[in-house]
């Protein structure tokens, strides 16, 4: 039997412990998100609340949105360092969603006027489709988010591999408790695309311009540094590799 108080071990305990040993074990992995999503938040912020009378309102919109994607990406991995399989990966792939969105908002007055005015008929998920004529890769990952962790899959069956299967929340497992390299990739990859969307949606606010160059008469071509093209070939060779096995 599960008890009241077993839900509230394992809000104000166990998640905490497993977190702690995430935190160790995914040191450097996990500060490397969290130093692109600050540039993420610091850019926002500028353009928020020192520039917000310099921006359209349909950009301080998409602005705002934004700021929702990052928090969505922090609550996603926040997840994962708890111990949580597949929980993470529903939010991320909410957060791509949440950016397209505010990519659409900011390319389309009467998308903005839908967003503002009737918010329930505003098209979330066909945003995608003109966000990933900006950044293609945001195309195929949504799809595979969605196909496999967001939709009922066989992500979702329990027991999962470890010696303590049936857990309440996070599966934290001592013998087994390691550093996914493939999930903090994507993490890694989607908070690079916040700052990606940043670039090209806000470059006159933009400090440094670490995705995107000018090609002159305000034209922009996608020219990622090269740390940054290497890690994203890498992740898309390691979800086709993944998939492949299943």
Known sequence: MVTKEAIIRQLKETS????????????????DIAEELAIAYSQL?????????????????????????????LAGLD??????????LMLLRNSLEIMASAYVIHVDNKKYIVMRDTPDKFDSTGSIAE???VVPLIGPMYGML?????????????????????????IYDPKNQSCNPLILSMFITVSEFVNSFIETMFTDH?????FWKSTGGGLLQYSPIQEVRDRQ???MKKIGDSLKSL
């Open 79 to 88: 997840l994962f360092r708890r111990g949580y399989s597949i929980e993470h």
């Open 206 to 210: 933009v400090d440094k311009m670490r």
């Open 16 to 31: 905490v412990q497993i977190g702690e040993r995430m935190d160790v074990v995914c040191d450097q992995e996990i500060g």
């Open 233 to 235: 070939e890498s992740l």
């Open 131 to 133: 966000a990933k004529k």
């Open 45 to 73: 912020l500028k353009i928020i609340n020192e520039n917000k009378s310099k921006v359209s309102d349909n950009d301080f919109l998409a602005a705002t949105t934004l700021w929702t994607a990052c928090n969505t990406i």
């Open 146 to 170: 969605s196909g496999h962790f967001t939709h009922v899959s066989a992500f979702h069956v329990i027991p999962h591999k470890s010696d303590t299967p049936f857990c309440i929340g996070g």
